[in-house]
């Protein structure tokens, strides 16, 4: 009998199949991370909508569950157009897009990911975004088993003036606590311990330079793999 299921999902990747054929990669709401072939997904008529960032109704099938599967496709909302006039803002949706499509396991349900994912794509469009797009990177962090805790400092547990991160624990570490040893710290962005939403683009890459550090240590490095190129983009953006 043949497995099927049908779901609601964020296209992460799109990779041409032949020459009409395209394989996509989905970040659904129940069924996690799946790929599957979409028929003329390459051609003229279904391009643009199936783009990374863009939501799609999905139904997956394949005879036995190991195999790849067909997908088809309707779209749902097109979060790839609200920003394609905005090179930085189609950087950060490119960037979130390959980042869940290397770190995310395949077919395990990870419903919190998908909802912050989209929740953040929504906002997009809005001012402060690559703020919160940084605060979606410590969110993802989290959600994979790897979160930071900035709430104190690890050496004394004060809440004032923390702006360092220990690489290793992933802790804050105050001004004072963490001065003898600054050159082997990261540095701590204020905004990701308040709410702060008007934050300068250096600011942000700083931060992006935090998480990354634990991307990379937790995930990509133990697993041989390069930070995705998206990401990288980003990040040189953000520096100007």
């Not at 609601?8 to 996690?32: C, F, K, M, P, Y």
């Not at 975004?129 to 790897?146: H, N, P, Q, S, T």
């Not at 690890?154 to 690489?167: C, D, I, K, R």
Request: glycine share 8%.
């Amino acid at each position: 009998m043949a497995v099927t299921w049908d779901d609601h999902g964020l296209i992460l990747s799109v990779r041409r199949h032949g020459e009409h054929d395209a394989i996509i990669s989905l970040l659904t709401q129940n069924n996690g991370r799946y790929a599957g072939l979409v028929k003329a997904g390459a051609s003229r008529r279904n391009k643009g909508a199936l783009q990374p960032g863009n939501i799609v109704k999905a139904t997956w099938r394949a005879r036995l569950d190991e195999h790849l599967g067909t997908l088809t496709t309707e779209l749902s909302h097109s979060y790839s157009a609200d920003v394609m006039s905005d090179a930085d803002r189609l950087a950060a949706l490119s960037s979130l897009c390959a980042l869940l499509d290397a770190l995310l396991p395949e077919r395990q349900p990870l419903p919190e990911i998908e909802k912050t994912s989209v929740a953040f794509l929504a906002t997009l469009n809005q001012t402060g975004w690559a703020a919160r797009y940084a605060r979606w990177e410590l969110e993802i962090l989290r959600d994979l088993g790897f979160g930071l805790d900035l709430s104190s400092c690890a050496g004394t547990g004060s809440m004032e003036n923390l702006v360092y991160v220990s690489p290793k624990s992933g802790r804050a570490v105050s001004a004072i606590a963490g001065a003898p040893y600054a050159s082997r710290l990261l540095a701590l962005p204020p905004f990701l311990c308040d709410e702060s939403s008007d934050v300068p683009d250096a600011e942000v890459a700083s931060a992006l330079a935090l998480t990354g550090h634990f991307f990379e240590a937790h995930v990509f490095a133990p697993h041989h793999q390069a930070m995705p190129a998206a990401r990288a983009r980003l990040v040189e953006r953000l520096r100007g």
